[in-house]
């Protein structure tokens, strides 16, 4: 699972990937919130289940900016 912050440590987007390089290069190419990205945070999980799990529970309770909450996408 990934966080992408700003500058100012700000939440904009949470995800997850096993391919987190590709799945950047997508977002760069195609979300305009892109060139706000600043940092990025990683936790490993076991497996997709856990994973989605957290992914889940961070964007409905830390309310990441670009997320659509509680969706899946």
């Known amino acids: 699972m ?3 912050r700003t500058t ?3 939440l904009l987007y ?11 290069r997508v977002h760069r190419k195609t979300k305009p ?3 706000q990205v600043a940092s990025v945070d ?3 999980y076991p497996d ?7 992914e889940y529970t ?5 309310a990441p900016r670009h997320n659509r909450h509680g969706v899946r996408s």
């Open 2 to 4: 990934y966080r992408l």
């Open 8 to 10: 100012d440590g700000g």
């Open 14 to 24: 949470v995800g997850t990937t096993w391919k987190a390089k590709d799945r950047w």
């Open 33 to 35: 919130w892109w060139s």
């Open 42 to 44: 990683l936790e490993c």
């Open 48 to 54: 997709d289940r856990t994973a989605h799990e957290a």
């Open 58 to 62: 961070a964007i409905t309770t830390e």
